[in-house]
């Protein structure tokens, strides 16, 4: 018997080839670790399942899975700080040049809060005033942790990397 169940608005399957992606890389550059970060994905796609929220528009709904998933990696990291484990980071699944690997090795060295802004900003490329509504802060906000985090990595990627 085939699965009908189609779940919010047209499937998890669509939210999976439309965000999936985007979640996991966001993941791993919290995480600095590839299966959790693909628990967080999955346990991001099972909450939207179960909540079945309805959107505005896709770019709600997107908003919507980031918050999630960064709220995830969030608690995970709190558990992390409990529970010490040996971290695996691997970034040749997610970038397609290897020389982007160093820089993004870098990413995760900085604090939470100005990769998460970099992050959204550079790799996913949104807008600063969108970044400003995903983290409950405001554009200034926004723009100052965007500038504190480039100045930081640059510092950190020329130290390890150069």
Known sequence: MKNTAAGPAGGIERILQTYGDMLYRLSVILLKNDCDAEDVVQETILKYYQKAPTFADREHEKAWLITVATNKC????????????MEDTSFENIVDDASESGILEALTTLPEKYRLVLTLYYVEEYRIE????????????VKMRLQKGRKLLEEIYRKEYL
């Open 74 to 85: 969030r608690d995970l990291l709190r558990y992390r700080l409990r529970h010490p484990q």
């Open 130 to 141: 969108d970044i400003a509504k995903i983290i409950n802060r405001t554009p200034s906000a």
